[in-house]
């Protein structure tokens, strides 16, 4: 495992933002009343439901849901949040940059659920861990990249970039849209996508052994609208390609498809503890 590269990368890039001059003005999406609310925590519950492949590489489509947990001081987050950021923790930010632990949780897959999984074994639950930064390099702008190590799942490196545009629109209205890459290591791809000698016997797939690099590519747009203060709704839209050994895996060309797209809606509700 490669975990004391994730504190290492967290540091570097921690450092290299707090150098970079600020933007004219200071980031913050909150509407007019989130910004004078009283700085006590708030804690923010929410449930989101989407449409997107079954599992990676596939091209049948499956309904899921997620839940959305967030505690903050202050009504609301003044920096852009998208339906496939993963979980973060913000620890050091400046007017325009922010870093901090990021989180993702993998489910279970399980072969007996999906028939074009028959013979490839099960893949056991497992989740990523470690951190995320994001700057402004102008008021409408964000990029964003995160360096994550797996676990239990897979043990591989694996990594995201991101560039949004967004804007608000009047006091209710939030839109954004951007492109997305990611990279995964050696052990991910081979876990979620290789066939080995007894799983090619067992499923009729050719052998694949998969390797390490770009893992897909692509797209996402988001709108958000705000309620009130306190309730907001969003609804997103992505699509990607794999790229790399993922999408030259037998299990992605001979049952599944390397185009993936996603839709899905969320609500999320904000409460003050009054602490």
Known sequence: ???????????????ALSTLPAVAQQIDLRSPEARTAPRTWNVSLGLGVGVGPAFLG????????????????????????????????????????RAGVAGKL?????????????????????GEIGGFAEFYPLPWLRARG??????FAHDALMGDIKLDAFARLGERWIVSAGPRMSFAGRDFTQTYLGVTAQQSVQSGLPAFKAGHGLLSYGAAAQVTYQWTPRLETSAFVQATRLAGDAADSPLVKQKGSANQFSL???????FDTGY
């Open 106 to 126: 993998l489910w279970e897959r399980r072969a007996s659920d999906h028939s074009e999984l028959r013979g490839l074994g099960n893949v056991r639950f497992g």
């Open 1 to 15: 495992m490669r975990l004391p590269v994730i504190p290492a990368s967290i540091a570097m890039v921690s450092i």
């Open 146 to 151: 995160e360096i994550r190590q797996g676990l």
């Open 58 to 97: 596939s091209k049948r489509g499956a309904v899921s849901f997620r839940p959305i947990i967030s505690i903050g001081r202050g009504l609301g987050s003044r920096w852009l949040s998208v339906a496939d950021d993963n979980i973060g923790i913000g620890l050091i930010e400046g007017d325009n940059w």
């Open 264 to 270: 899905g809606s969320s609500l999320r509700w904000t």
